[in-house]
Nanobody, 116 residues
Framework: QVRLVQSGGSSMQAGESLKLPCVAT???????????MGWYRQAPGKQRELVGT???????NYAGSAKGRFTISRDNAKNTVYLEMNSLKPEDTAVYYC???????WGQGTQVTVSS
């Protein structure tokens, strides 16, 4: 059974940094390595939105709000994708989800709260 296991959510102060991991279990390293992974977030009262993606080749693309502050990376040896968030703002407050797009698998979500 494939699972995307998230951790690392926290309550932060504006300007701080946080790195979220997402570990894919139940999937072979070859399959994980070959697939694009994504990060999404859903703020209170809003629709889930794309934060960014990272291809099998390690190329990351970001939605507008994440550009310049967020970094997506992956460690294929650990079946893990990361979302590093810098210069956090209160508007980054949301539940963050990782996604294995090809199979439509989602992590359970992790809460990030940023206070001013």
């Amino acid at each position: 059974q494939v699972r995307l296991v998230q951790s690392g959510g926290s309550s932060m102060q504006a300007g701080e940094s946080l790195k979220l991991p997402c570990v894919a279990t139940g999937v072979s390293p070859d399959i994980f390595r070959a697939n694009t992974m994504g990060w999404y977030r859903q703020a209170p009262g809003k629709q889930r939105e794309l934060v960014g993606t990272i291809t099998s080749g390690g190329i990351a693309n970001y939605a507008g709000s994440a550009k310049g502050r967020f970094t997506i990376s992956r460690d294929n040896a650990k079946n893990t994708v990361y979302l590093e968030m810098n210069s956090l703002k209160p508007e980054d407050t949301a539940v963050y989800y990782c996604n294995l797009a090809a199979f439509n698998y989602w992590g359970q979500g992790t809460q990030v709260t940023v206070s001013s």
